[in-house]
């Protein structure tokens, strides 16, 4: 299968018209600072002194404030939630673009450490020439106080330093291995607001201000007299005469130099209170504990906790991340009441571990435990909910649904909720695909996919929902004894899905359809996904991507 | 916090630290800033720390992520033996290289990075890690079992043809017990 323009608009157009645009205004804001710096009547002796280190460091850092600015609106996670919400304000592309935000903070990110060392390097070379080529004849330029002398800048020094223990923390390995360490340190990003705030207080950079009365290039008015001898017929009174250029300016008054209004704090300031405002209300939210309703322990090493929180609405599909990257929830999993909402934990790191350890503390089987009087339970704050792609998956007439592993938490609350009512939703057709290396994983959810298979076919729509649950590490034969998880005891194929194969049976079956297709597996799965979803059709169905990630 | 894997993370920042200390020093050199000598050092520390800190380790639990192409580097880090695989060593080196640094403005970030990093690798090294290079897992050999290679000279014991045609009249005394257990 080739790529297909049509698919591929579908899946990637929006994001990369965010991406063009922008570009497209960092280059060009760039190069509007450059020419300004370059060939401005108010930096003329200023670059004189300078040269070309003075306008790569200000483009620089005018596309450092745009980034710095732009990089935390992405992370105001609540107030993106609310945005997903209003079905008014924002259309399907809209919300699948706001998918991306995470995505779209590492590229600010990264855009501010390589700006950050162009600037860097540009601001070294300025300090040299403020060194080399101190002006006597402006002293008031002058950053150096005396020739040869060299100029530390320590809250530059500083933001480096917090941004070198960032970045450096927030690679994937790091991320995955040590989630606190990234955690922690991108909190320092407080700091370096605030040093940021500071550092453009400096006004080592200065502009002249009175370039009407002395424009740059002029001759001051004591040396006017030693010209006037030498052309006696030329009247020289301050205005410009064409043909000779050099006797035609007098200075009316001196140049006076005046450093900037810190222009980032007019970037930077709005976003950060956004930013701040939003934490403390997800801080705040937070506080109110929850009571744990009960813990029920699942085979292979996962946890469901059920909760009550006061006031937590949340819709099916939202998650609530947690400090750990080990651990994978989706929260929202409405139950017969409505009130209590439930997350499913699997056990894989040491966090995971000591949790588990609280709440079933000498287990050794599968039971289920209901709370008692007498059980402490620890005092659990939940952050969340938040928005997630698998809210859509009621937006579109034909869903595909591929999980891996615990990944099929938010699908399984989709499948609460389509428990309940199904008829009320656009959603016509969903195909659930569940890849599990173990078989007892599948026990997690078998009741629930059986309740649900059952009362679709008891309601006449036995094409609703096709369940393919695949067993990937399978040594024998190995299939579902239950009595009562017979439908799923057929539809349990050992091996990888051919996901191809199953693309081409959906796109068959539901020509000139858009089908949305919602991952929540291991990067190899989702990739290959991905590739799909951009090629060719032959039926006329597009297919849209849209992934869950935690990390 | 749990077990926290330090060297994870300061192999990341003396990447990136090195990295530094390179481009000050290029920027020191090309600029012909006083004190550039430092610079030329700083060029070489730079490019010798890039090099060492390329190929990761290999994490005590869990997937490990290689760099690309970080095989060749691997080989020849591993083939310093015990001096690359101990963390002190190379706190101690870091913490060395990042001096001449300070000397200059432009090499000064590099060697405030380099000793941070420097710092954590002892972290590292108190916890007891160490670098173990990622290699390529071996085929297991297939293990072939001795009975494939002697078959069975003789047919297995069985009673005689009388005693195992079909009695049907006496099924009590028609049972026989096998010598040999059948496995089932």
Partial sequence: ?????????????????????????????????????????????????????????????????????????????????????????????????????????????????????????????????????????????????????????????????????????????????????????????????VVLLMHVVGGALKYQTNVDAHPPGCIPANQTRAHSDTWPNQEVDGELVAESREMSLVCKEDAHFQPHFPQTWLWVLGPLCLYCGERLYRYIRCNASVTIVSVVRHPC???????????????????????????????????????????????????????????????????????????????LYVDGPFGSPSEEVFNYEVSVCVAGGIGVTPFACIMHALLDEWRRYKLQRLYFVWVCRELNSFYWFAELLCGLHRKLWEQNRPDYLNIRLYLTTAQELQNLTDEKYRPLHSRLLIGRPKLKLLFEEIGRSNQHKKVGVFCCAPKGVSRELHKLCNSFSASGTVFEYNKESFS | MGKIEWAMWANEQALAAGFIYLTGGIVGVAGQFSGWKFAAFGIAAGVFVCLLEYPRSKRIKGTNFERTGQYCFTVCVKAFGPLTRNYYVRAFLHAVLCIPGGFMLATVLGCVCLGIASLIYLSAAIHGEHWEPILPEAEPTKHVSQSIKQPPQNPPPRPPADMRRKRLDDLEAAAYVNPIPVRE
């Fill in chain 1, 301 to 379: 090493d996962v946890i469901e906790v059920r909760m009550l929180k006061n006031s937590f609405k949340a819709r099916p599909g939202q998650v609530s991340p947690t400090l750990s990257s080990a651990v994978m929830n989706s929260s929202s999993c409405p139950t017969e009441n409505k009130e209590t909402f439930g997350i499913h934990v699997r056990v894989v790191g040491d966090w995971t571990a000591c949790f588990s350890e609280l709440l079933l503390p000498d287990l050794e089987h599968s039971e289920i435990l209901p709370m008692t009087n007498q059980r402490r339970y620890p005092k």
């Fill in chain 1, 1 to 193: 299968m080739g790529l297909s323009l049509r698919s591929w608009i579908a899946n990637e157009g929006g994001k990369h018209c965010i991406l063009i645009t922008w570009l497209s205004v960092s280059a060009w804001i760039f190069w509007r600072t450059f020419i300004l710096y370059c060939s401005g009547a108010e930096y003329h002796y200023l670059h004189k002194m300078l040269g070309l280190g003075l306008c790569i460091s200000r483009a620089s850092a005018t596309v450092l404030n745009l980034n710095c600015s732009l990089v935390l609106l992405p992370m105001c996670r609540s107030i993106l939630t609310v945005l997903r919400g209003t079905r008014q304000v924002s259309s399907k592309k809209a919300r699948r673009l706001l998918d991306k935000s995470k995505t779209f903070h590492v590229t600010c990110g990264v855009a501010i450490c390589v700006f950050s060392v162009v600037h860097v390097g540009a601001h070294l070379v300025n300090v040299v020439s403020f060194s080399v080529r101190y002006s006597d004849e402006f002293p008031a330029l002058n950053v150096a106080h005396y020739r040869g002398q060299s100029v530390p800048g320590i809250t530059g020094v500083l933001l480096v330093l917090v941004l070198f223990l960032m970045f450096t923390a927030s690679s994937h390995s790091v991320r995955v291995g040590n989630y606190e360490i990234f955690w922690y340190t991108h909190n320092l990003f407080i700091l370096f607001y």
